[in-house]
Nanobody, 123 residues
Framework: QVQLVESGGGLVQAGGSLRLSCAASGRTFSYYAMGWFRQAPGKEREFVAAISWSGSPTSYADSVKGRFIISRDNAKNTVYLQMNSLKPEDTAVYYC????????????????WGQGTQVTVSS
């Protein structure tokens, strides 16, 4: 099991940027593929981006492709989500999650989850 703590959320105007971080502790971080998911009020949790244990390959939801970048630093046990050109529809609680083996866009394949960080984009 790995423990995950997200940070970096906040309030930003449309068109702005934020960088989320997810710090991991517990098991060896480099064993895990990592994912970012988000959940808006009244909606189901959805996939945002994922990255393999080595940093490549990566995968993105169509809604964020070209605007968000996922990366990781295994020496710091941290995964990042750089969010650019933010839109009001990006408003959600953002969660990071970990799974062994390959990256996945499927929520149910992730075993370990953080508590989430709120991102609010004003128009």
């Amino acid at each position: 099991q790995v423990q995950l703590v997200e940070s970096g959320g906040g309030l930003v105007q449309a068109g702005g940027s934020l960088r989320l971080s997810c710090a991991a502790s517990g098991r060896t971080f480099s064993y895990y593929a990592m994912g970012w998911f988000r959940q808006a009020p009244g909606k189901e949790r959805e996939f945002v981006a994922a990255i393999s244990w080595s940093g490549s390959p990566t995968s993105y939801a169509d809604s964020v492709k070209g605007r968000f970048i996922i990366s990781r630093d295994n020496a710091k046990n941290t995964v990042y989500l750089q969010m650019n050109s933010l839109k009001p529809e990006d408003t959600a609680v953002y969660y990071c999650a970990a799974r062994t083996l390959r990256l996945s866009a499927q929520l149910y394949e992730y075993k370990d989850w953080g508590q989430g960080t709120q991102v609010t984009v004003s128009s």
